[in-house]
């Protein structure tokens, strides 16, 4: 059964830093690329950040280049995504996904991506 679990969410103040965490099982994550998006209600699925497969490459939206850091250990079967210097706008739910398959390559299209965790809430503010 193929599964992603998201941690590290949380409460934080502005200009703060939070570490998630994407665990996942089923499959062999040295295979593919695992993206994060993050969605606040009444807007669409946005993409944040991803990494490729070997880590070789990993992409970042505007809004979170120089601020975030996305990251894998594929023997703890863990993708991590650091951020840094956090502002209010970055207040949102944030899942990590898996690409559909392995010949995928990062996408900014959420309907590239599945299956996807639960979510973790990330909230910025004073």
């Known amino acids: 059964q193929v599964q992603l679990v998201e941690s590290g969410g949380g409460l934080v103040q502005p200009g703060g830093s939070l570490r998630l965490s994407c665990v996942v099982a089923g499959f062999t994550l040295d295979y593919y690329a695992i993206g994060w998006f993050r969605q606040v209600p009444g807007k669409e699925r946005e993409g944040v950040s991803c990494?490729?497969?070997?880590?070789?490459?990993?992409h970042y939206a505007a809004s979170v280049k120089g601020r975030f850091t996305i990251s894998r250990d594929n023997a703890k079967n863990t993708v991590f995504l650091q951020m840094n210097s956090l502002k209010p706008e970055d207040t949102a739910i944030y899942y990590c996904?898996?690409?559909?398959?392995?010949?995928?390559?990062?996408?900014?299209?959420?309907?590239?991506?599945?299956?996807w965790g639960q979510g973790t809430q990330v909230t910025v503010s004073s």
């Open positions: 996904a898996r690409v559909r398959d392995p010949d995928y390559v990062c996408s900014e299209s959420p309907l590239d991506f599945g299956p």
């Open positions: 990494i490729s497969s070997n880590a070789y490459s990993t």
